[in-house]
């Protein structure tokens, strides 16, 4: 297994991984296009963040974004953990675990990364259980948020 910071010809992957995983945790339809456009955008842009994919033979069998948010409270940067996808036939193998090792080892090694945080959908308790293997904990803060546009 090799897990490393994707590179542009991951993004096709990386596209179909969102795609699948809106699907199947909030059974919602994602417009390829629009994703297509984000994906490349955050792969223009490293100032916004990254993604890490994990690799078995030659394949992208996973994959996860990291996005930066600055606090104040702390004088540093959170990494975000989001769009994380394990293709189903690679799950329960560890491949999250080693996803999230390699970017808590990437957090550690830059003295400006504060912390790591996620946030996940209320009922996917599967999720919910593998953070909290982790190391992880549940904060004491709701999200709320208004999206602009159609999705």
Not at 94 to 109: C, E, I, Q, T, W
Request: charged residues 30%.
């Amino acid at each position: 297994m090799n897990i490393r910071i994707a590179e542009t010809r991951d993004a096709g992957a990386i596209v179909d991984f969102n795609i699948a995983m809106a699907l199947e945790t909030e059974e919602k339809v994602l417009c390829s296009e629009v994703v297509k456009s984000g994906v490349d955008r955050m792969m223009g842009n490293s100032c916004e963040g990254f993604y890490v994919v994990a690799e078995d033979a030659g394949n992208v069998i996973a994959c996860l974004m990291i996005t930066r948010e600055w606090s104040d409270w702390r004088d540093g940067v959170f990494w975000w953990v989001q769009s994380v996808y394990v293709l189903p036939q690679a799950r329960n193998r560890g491949v999250f675990r080693m996803l999230y090792d390699h970017v808590r080892k990437l957090a550690l090694s830059d003295g400006d990364i504060c912390g790591l945080r996620l946030y996940v959908e209320k009922d996917n308790t599967s999720a919910q259980k593998v953070y909290d293997k982790l190391g992880m904990e549940e904060t004491n803060y709701k999200m709320y948020e208004e999206v602009f546009g159609t999705e």
